[in-house]
């Protein structure tokens, strides 16, 4: 029997189609198995209304826990509310505004947060910006630094006594690979004098694993954990800086190896998943992870302890943390 002359075709296309959702699986890493539930649990998440944030708060609500979605656009936060409340009949989900970008309303979260919440289970320092043009904060900090940085400092610090008092607890820092490629210009920490947006994102992300680092030793003994992770390169609003994002040869000729190459967001929030529910980990901390495992930071981070102290003394000084 003669097959009919579409049948090549079909068969050629069915067989590539096939093979590239293999291999977009395969890329996008290791998946976090466990199946914890965790009804009774308050969660933090910041930036939980796009990407990487929104997809750990789906998860996360989906499992039962309370979800505090903290974001700057409030709006979006509402409808990305509304959204998986929809898909995951899980009520206890509530957006607070929160804009890194601003010490005054770090201040004002915290305070809402700890007159209002008995309890905080887990907190992740998701949100932040990458690699965009020379911009401040409203405090005046290069504006990488005081969100993925400063910002998350403030905040994590201003917790800190509610996260004690509902030990065990967790901390998780979305940090990013590009750490092994930064360091800490103590002499123009601000980017004052000099501004190169790879450079300061690179800083940005070591000055999260300093502070993880500094951060794990204030915690000891609380049986409070710190950890940090790198998600992988995913496709994102992240990455709307980079100067080929939005470019014609990025949406055609690029496409299909960003299709395959980057992670998904839910891909993507596989190490945050794991750092946040796997019981194994409650007593770990101070540690790196990537792709779902345990990974060896760069050496300036592992080295990095007088760095991590000096960090720290500058960042209480200029987020005034202590005088809040």
């Not at 509304?82 to 995951?88: L, Y």
Request: proline share 3%; aromatic share 6%.
């Amino acid at each position: 029997m003669r097959l009919p002359r579409f049948a090549l075709p079909i068969s050629v296309i069915g067989t590539i189609t096939g093979c590239t959702v293999l291999l977009k699986d395969y890329m996008g890493g290791a998946r976090y198995r466990g199946e914890e539930r965790i009804a009774g649990k308050t969660v933090i998440i910041t930036g939980a209304n796009s990407g990487i944030g929104k997809e750990t708060a789906r998860e996360l609500a989906r499992r039962g826990g309370r979800i505090i979605m903290g974001c700057r656009d409030i709006d979006k936060c509402e409808l990305v509310r509304k959204e998986i409340i929809v898909e995951t009949a899980n009520r206890n989900i509530e957006c607070r505004k929160l804009d890194l970008a601003s010490l005054g309303s770090i201040r004002a979260f915290c305070k809402s947060i700890n007159a209002s919440e008995k309890h905080i289970d887990i907190l992740i320092n998701n949100a932040g910006v990458m690699m965009c043009p020379k911009q401040l904060t409203e405090d005046g900090f290069e504006l990488q630094l005081g969100v993925n940085h400063l910002g998350h400092f403030l905040l994590t610090y201003l917790l800190m006594d509610k996260l004690k008092s509902s030990a065990p607890s967790r901390i998780i820092i979305v940090s990013s690979r590009i750490h092994t490629q930064g360091s800490i210009n103590f002499k123009d920490l601000n980017s004052a004098k000099n501004y190169n947006k790879v450079d300061a994102y690179a800083q940005s992300k070591l000055a999260n694993l300093l502070h993880q680092k500094e951060l794990a030793k204030h915690l000891e003994g609380t049986n409070v954990t710190v950890n940090s992770l790198h998600p992988g390169v995913v496709a994102t609003e992240l990455g709307r800086y980079l100067p080929w994002q939005n470019s014609y040869l990025s949406s055609t000729v690029l496409a299909p190896l960003k299709f395959i190459l980057m992670k998904t967001p839910i891909q993507g929030a596989q190490t945050t998943l794991r750092l946040a529910l796997d019981p194994s980990l409650e007593n770990i901390t101070g540690k790196y992870f990537s792709d779902c495992k345990e990974s060896e930071p760069g050496p300036s981070a592992l080295d990095g302890a007088d760095a991590a102290k000096r960090l720290w003394a500058i960042s209480v000084a200029w987020t005034r943390a202590d005088k809040s």
